[in-house]
Nanobody, 123 residues
Framework: QVHLVESGGRLVQAGGSLKLSCAASGQPFSYHTMAWFRQVAGKEREFVAAISTSGGNTFYKEAVKGRFTISRDNPNKTMYLQMNSLKLEDTAVYYC????????????????WGQGTQVTVSS
């Protein structure tokens, strides 16, 4: 079992930056592929970015490439999402997710989820 807690979401102006964190506990963090998803009310949750167990490989949704950076700190069991040049359409609840390593980053099924943190981008 992996317990995930997101933090860092808040109201930010368009063009601004924000860094989300995801703190993990439970099973060894370094054994898990990690990802960020987001969801707008009334819409399906969508994939944003994923990172391999070592942090050496990453994969992004096309719409956030060049603006968002996913990273992880295995000794401190924390994952991050640095979001720059934020747009109105980035407004959503952001969730972190985890699964045991073994599948490619393009595989979107995850086993463990946090409760989410709200990011609101204003004009």
């Amino acid at each position: 079992q992996v317990h995930l807690v997101e933090s860092g979401g808040r109201l930010v102006q368009a063009g601004g930056s924000l860094k989300l964190s995801c703190a993990a506990s439970g099973q060894p963090f370094s054994y898990h592929t990690m990802a960020w998803f987001r969801q707008v009310a009334g819409k399906e949750r969508e994939f944003v970015a994923a990172i391999s167990t070592s942090g050496g490989n990453t994969f992004y949704k096309e719409a956030v490439k060049g603006r968002f950076t996913i990273s992880r700190d295995n000794p401190n069991k924390t994952m991050y999402l640095q979001m720059n040049s934020l747009k109105l359409e980035d407004t959503a609840v952001y969730y972190c997710a985890a699964r045991v390593m073994g599948r490619p980053l393009t595989y979107y099924e995850y086993d463990y989820w946090g409760q989410g943190t709200q990011v609101t981008v204003s004009s």
